[in-house]
């Protein structure tokens, strides 16, 4: 039995939800699912109210999601205008730029109102109209919170792409969604860097339509080139756009944004996340996972080029009409204190980061901490992949000092809200479990073979869930087929989540990790395959397989097997030449940790790379590399056994 951590009895007392409440309420969530969400969609506000809740089929052919589906409602109306009358002077966003000798901004839901509609504005001036496509690559500045809800003001959809990636990453991506226009600003300053996001933006568009225009804002007024009638610059534009500009009426069912993510198969795909149901979901789980209320501030240290920085810096808090922080630096700079500064600097009631960080930050010493005044903080968050227990005491004990829960929030791009979560005041944690099902989730475990669900405990396999709920992406881009392939052909009738999970004796889910060829670098997602078809378009490589294996820091590194083409020479020189490569095809994330040469792979009879046994070579665990009895060739295995590379 692991050590539990409940509530303390004021948290517990003061919370929105009670370990009595929670059993009520997801009974209730499960028994009528129609009726729980029809109170629910009561916290956003309706042009016209809906009169149908849930339209949902998950049979394998006919895969279709729609909630609410005939009320209609803009969302950045119920992200701003809403709050007017009574928090126009509110602060919405708190922006803490990169450098700390900055001043900081807070922004009212007044302000936010003006800029969002000029955005708008200047939006339709470009020729963006309902239903187009808008890409953002912005640093973590309130324009980009700016650009998101001016689409949405308008009905445009827009499609983030982390300023991490590189320009041919963000090229594909435009020409992915078909983009009218592209929103960048000069400069990203970052840990004391600028990353050149604009000349990086011109790279991308030489192989994009003529036709995209690129709005620029201006972040550093570092130099840039311009091309005339294709860029526009926003500062300038601003002065002259009208703040007026009405909230376009959408249906619930129309898309919100595209968002694209790594699949365990082929080139990344766009999920699309809907109106109506996702800002409910983003709203609710917001409100009651971090048990926010009236007055908290709120800081998610996410990139809004992430899912998690859509729905937890933007739009479940602003639906909420709370004071969200956007922080556009890193972690350790100037130094490994930052974030508790930040967290003193602006009394910072909620803060939700990554174990990756956590990580990090606690190899540097206690007293980054401890010398910040860290008693504004309640509840701690974490998210993106899963926490190691040393990890967890540390972030419990050394940041808040044994008296703030933990929730750590098991979800994914395509759920678009929180799946799993201990709820502050309801769950004794378990460091590093997800606990327990949000309202209306039904998990089940399967056995991957079978297919068959596993009723008792304890149980282990893979992850599916039951039923829909309002946050559920509802399509790959322009792609329904892969759509349906991806998440709900192997096991039918269920929603397939691509994880593996354990339920224990108690009935508390563990995540295991990834099922399939997706690894987790620092809580970004990646498909082995894309990293493996950046390096095999380089000139000299004949075939490569990339797999994860266990990193202190980042959870996941990338080990990469390379087979280069006859007649070329492995050399230091070449391996550095690949990294990089890698680096440009797709951007810094995708950093090989180590590659080694492999003269051959070890494939079977038909021809199939055995990446089990690759993983097994990664991760230096070769006494047990299960069945090889199907190698076509097994002296390749053990060559690559004797080279491994690393460690
Ligand atoms: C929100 C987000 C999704 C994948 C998911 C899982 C892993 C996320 C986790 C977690 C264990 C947690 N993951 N949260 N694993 N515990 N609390 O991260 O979305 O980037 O799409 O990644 O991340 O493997 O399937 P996304």
Known sequence: MSKTFPPSPEIAKNAHIDSAKYDAMYAASIADPDAFWHEQGQRVDWIKPFTKVKDVNYNFGDVSINWYSDGTLNVSANC???????????????????DPNEPAQHISYKQLSTSVNKMANILEELGVRKGDRVVLYMPMIPEAAYAMLACARIGAIHSIVFAGFSPDALGTRINGSDAKVLITADYAPRGGKATPLKSNADQALLHCKDSVKCLVVKRTGGQTTWTEGRDFDYNELVLEASDVCAPAEMSAEDPLFVLYTSGSTGMPKGVVHTTGGYLVYASMTHEMVFDY???????????????????????????????TVMFEGVPTYPDASRFWQVCEKHSVNQFYTAPTALRALMGQGNDFVTKCDLSSLRILGTVGEPINPEAWNWYNEIVGQGRCPIVDTWWQTETGGHLMTPLPGAHAMKPGSAMKPFFGIEPVILDPQTGIEITTNPAEGVLCIKDSWPGQMRTVWEDHERFQQTYFSDYKGYYFTGDGAKRDEDGDYWITGRVDDVINVSGHRMGTAEVESALVAHSKVAEAAVVGFPHDIKGQGIYCYVTLMNGEEPSEELRKELRTWVRTEIGPIASPDFIQWAPGLPKTRSGKIMRRILRKIAENDTGSLGDTSTLADPSVVEDLIANRAGA
């Open 293 to 323: 209320k009236e007055n908290d501030i709120f800081w998610c240290t996410a990139d809004v080029g992430w899912v998690t920085g859509h729905s937890y810096i933007v739009y479940g808090p602003l639906a909420n009409g709370a004071t």
């Open 80 to 98: 701003i205008d809403r709050h007017l009358e009574t928090r126009g002077d509110k602060t919405a966003i708190i922006f803490e730029p990169d």
